[in-house]
């Protein structure tokens, strides 16, 4: 196990910094508060006697994680409509600031989005969200963009031409998607007399992934994968509202890490590797 003073020392390290998400679910502002209070508020004794003698290094707090969905294994107990969820949200977003006086800090709110492929609980959640807790909203998470998805039996037995095909197409899907998205958070800055621009995307889930079915589970990990996750970079770098997109996941011992358990490069790091040596920062 690896607790919020091990990953954080690994994130100094490289000089990375950390989206935490907290639980919204079954958990408390309360409780959420703490762990704010914890990673920055100055001077805490806690933090200090840890060895850290400032703030950790955290950019973004995502309040909550796919609680719109009804079928997803991770959520059923805790799934919940848009209504509630804005609630929760607002009551998250002043008990985390007013843990830190002074310190700003960076909100995500979840949403659903056009692109999904669960049942959702509630097939208005963003607008509800956005006409409740604009305000308070710095960024809207979306998990639309993962590719070729093959959840079914009919799809996993499709032919490995149709499904790669299928997977080099869906990044224009999912530009199509954040569009409509941009779209929408735009119409509700306006109507809220926000800044233009003041809410932005944040991409927290996205990859290569095909399915549990034997014949494709280790897909993620070939260069046909590597070419989506080459035009996901550019997709998400050509819209000025995606503002994040996190690395997710950074190690996996499934199909869907950066780096393997073994110490294996995946597609995403061989891409993102080549991307940063380009930009001159690798």
Same mark, same amino acid.
């Given at each position: ?9 690994? %994130? ?76 929760i949200f607002n009551d998250f977003a002043g008990a985390m600031r007013a843990s830190v006086p002074g310190t700003p800090i960076k909100l995500v709110a979840i949403s659903e989005s056009s692109a999904s492929w669960f049942p959702l609980y ?24 993962? %590719? ?21 197409? %869906?990044?224009? %899907? ?26 932005g995307l944040a991409v927290t889930e996205w990859g290569p992934l095909f399915g549990m079915d034997r014949r494709w589970v280790d897909n993620g990990k070939t260069l046909g994968s590597a070419l989506f996750v080459a035009r996901m970079f ?49």
């Amino acid at each position: 196990m690896i607790g919020t003073p091990g990953i954080a020392r690994y %994130a100094d390290s490289i000089g990375g910094s950390l989206l935490m998400t907290v639980n919204a679910g079954s958990g408390t502002s309360a409780e959420a508060a703490d762990w704010v209070r914890y990673c920055l508020a100055p001077g805490d004794a806690r933090r200090l006697s840890d060895g850290f003698s400032g703030p950790l290094p955290i950019g973004w707090w995502e309040v909550g994680n796919e609680l719109y969905l009804q079928e997803n294994p991770g959520t059923p107990k805790v799934a919940m409509g848009a209504a509630q969820y804005t609630t929760i949200f607002n009551d998250f977003a002043g008990a985390m600031r007013a843990s830190v006086p002074g310190t700003p800090i960076k909100l995500v709110a979840i949403s659903e989005s056009s692109a999904s492929w669960f049942p959702l609980y509630d097939a208005n959640w963003l607008a509800t969200l956005l006409a409740g807790a604009a305000a308070q909203i710095d960024l809207v998470a979306v998990h639309n963009s993962y %590719a070729p998805y093959l959840y079914s039996a009919a799809e996993a037995a499709k032919g490995t031409r149709e499904v790669y095909q299928a997977m080099w197409a %869906a990044p224009e %899907a999912i530009a199509e998607s954040y569009d409509r998205l941009a779209a929408t958070i735009s119409s509700a800055e306006t109507s809220h007399g926000l800044p233009a621009g003041k809410i932005g995307l944040a991409v927290t889930e996205w990859g290569p992934l095909f399915g549990m079915d034997r014949r494709w589970v280790d897909n993620g990990k070939t260069l046909g994968s590597a070419l989506f996750v080459a035009r996901m970079f550019q997709v998400m770098a050509e819209r000025d509202r995606v503002r994040l997109a996190e690395a997710f996941k950074f190690t996996d011992s499934f199909t869907q890490g950066w780096i393997g358990f073994d110490g294996t490069a995946t597609p995403f790091w061989e891409v993102f590797k080549l991307m940063a040596r380009q930009k001159g920062n690798a």
